[in-house]
């Protein structure tokens, strides 16, 4: 019996009409296999993944595959999104036993939850080296049942080694000048200066090392910093990975090039890159950054957001082509013929010009990705705009991509600052309204009365998952930006709740932090991991919000946590700075106080804008007037106007400067 049909996941929906008998994670799925003398299979992918569609199609949709698996496993699904904690331990083993990793993750368990073979992907017949699905099960079969002992000591010893990974303390001491000069001499030397970004193919957006070459810049005037940065943001921006008609990015380039995406668009990435593009426009005034900072802010909203005010997860990568296939990337490429069928002889040559589509393609079958490959000289803006316009139009008509629309508390937290700022700096008051309307959405039924995050909801009920620890930092440097941005101290109290629960339940000794709470469902190993993934790690999450509660607060034991958790970058960033740089972009506000910024007067006024504005890494920004407004926030606690004007107040280390009326000498306090 498949046991999905109840789950509010939209991945486990996926596999619940499939012949396997799927059971969720629970410990009845465990008790099953040991009263059954079995192993588990566990299974865990995500609802946007491709080859987790595939391997669902060619393997757990079979009869004859269904049949012997569930003879004699007992079968567990897990949806990636839902339950990070699982993913994180077992993946963890499958990197150590085979040197990669990846979705959908093939994993076989003892009844005790104790891996003891891995994969990622198998085919249903044997290829490139690699056994099918059926050759892979029979002889997991034979292994549990003539080695049982063996099978026993290789789980036994996987356990121990990762037992053995837990992070005692996060380093000696807070990264200084040092540990920056080396993780920049190490971007420096894996940055692509032909093409921008870092490494070689697959290519992803390094939006989070990219945040932290933007506050290098503003703290130190580094060039060379800007430089990757800028060149970076517009080589993705007129590249295949960002979709020239409808906004937003992919998931990543499968080329060194960005030409061609994986085409699913993920919330977070989409989230982190708006506010990338948001800050570049700060620094630089790129009216290319501003553009696509807003139309990611437009695609999030337009097509992410749920009835219920939150933002959905992901847009799948595959959808139906013209002849009904279910492909990859059907919604998004472009023939010569179909230019041509939509916009006539003459304006389809023009569009193929302007988007790199030609008669070979970019893609398959003859099919490109749109582009900017920028060797079309100067071009008709409206005729660009016209084009365009017809091109997406007729892109609607077209079978869509799947939705998962489930909302994530973390990756919601990350759109919440991403709108808020974006809709600040860019006068789009419609854009903070819909950050807004989201945290609610994370007050009413993500906290709910439990007074604890909850991971997921669904249509607006909550999820049974636990937050996890990048769900309170994201969710609370999404609340604190919105403080800065709407002046209402009610989501400074709200982060500061949250912030609280980290301390408590997250926090180990010697600062190191934990991505599950101390009471949550204990599995082989606690999950503990300080580097970046697709979204700032939880553990450097956690500190950047310590450390902008502390700097709104003066609270010592916040501020002295996110030092404490900062020892990992000590460590990890002259090592691996790009897969630490959110914890070296929050090192970076560290080294410059962070600046704290009270404007004595109208929210929304040219001091507060200016103060919004300002290019200092992680400054806080409080603004209100009127009696109540240190109530609000204790940064305005005795900081009133000068002679009745809106006056600002910029303090650091303890230290203040003489407040000012004049914006245009607050911005040169704020490196503006």
Known sequence: MNRLADETSPYLLQHADNPVDWWPWSPEAFAEARERGVPVLLSVGYSSCHWCHVMAHESFEDETVATYLNAHFVPVKVDREERPDIDAVYMEAVQAATGHGGWPMTVFLTPDAEPFYFGTYFPPEARHGSPSFQQVLEGVVAAWTDRREEVAEVAERIVADLAGRSLVHGGDGVPGESEIAQALLGLTREYDEQHGGFGGAPKFPPSMVVEFLLRHYARTGSEGALQMAADTCSAMARGGIYDQLGGGFARYSVDREWVVPHFEKMLYDNALLCRVYAHLWRTTGSDEARRIALETADFMVRELRTAEGGFASALDADSEDADGRHVEG??????????????????????????????????????????????????????????????????????????????????????????AETGAYFDRPDLVERATEAADLLVRVHLGEVARLARTSKDGQAGDSAGVLEDYGDVAEGFLTLAAVTGEGAWLEFAGFLLDIVLEQFTGEGGQLYDTAHDAEQLIRRPQDPTDSATPSGWTAAAGALLSYAAYTGSEAHRTAAEGALGVVK??????????????????????????????????????????????????????????????????????????????????????????????????????
């Open 571 to 672: 460590a990890l960033g002259p090592r691996v700075p790009r897969f630490v740089g959110w914890g070296l972009a929050v090192a970076e506000a560290l080294l410059d106080g962070p600046r704290e910024v009270a404007v004595a007067g109208p929210v929304g006024g040219e001091l507060h804008r200016t103060a919004l504005l300002g290019r200092a890494p992680g400054a806080v920004v409080a603004a209100g007037e009127g009696p109540g407004a240190g109530a609000e926030f204790p940064l305005l606690v005795d900081r009133p106007p000068v002679g009745g004007e809106p006056t600002a107040y910029v303090c650091r280390h303890f230290v203040c400067d003489a407040p000012t009326t004049d914006a245009g000498e607050l911005a040169a306090k704020l490196g503006g």
């Open 330 to 419: 059907a919604y998004y490429v472009w023939t010569p013929a179909q230019l041509r069928e939509v916009l006539g002889e003459d304006d389809a040559a023009f569009a193929a010009a302007y988007f790199g589509v030609t008669e070979k393609g970019t893609f398959e079958e003859g099919a490109s990705v749109l582009r900017l490959p920028g060797d079309t000289g100067p071009v008709d803006a409206a005729r660009v705009a016209d084009v365009r316009g017809r091109l997406l139009a007729a892109r609607e008509e077209r079978p869509r991509p799947g939705l998962d629309d489930k909302v994530v508390a973390a990756w919601n937290g990350l759109a919440i600052a991403a709108l």
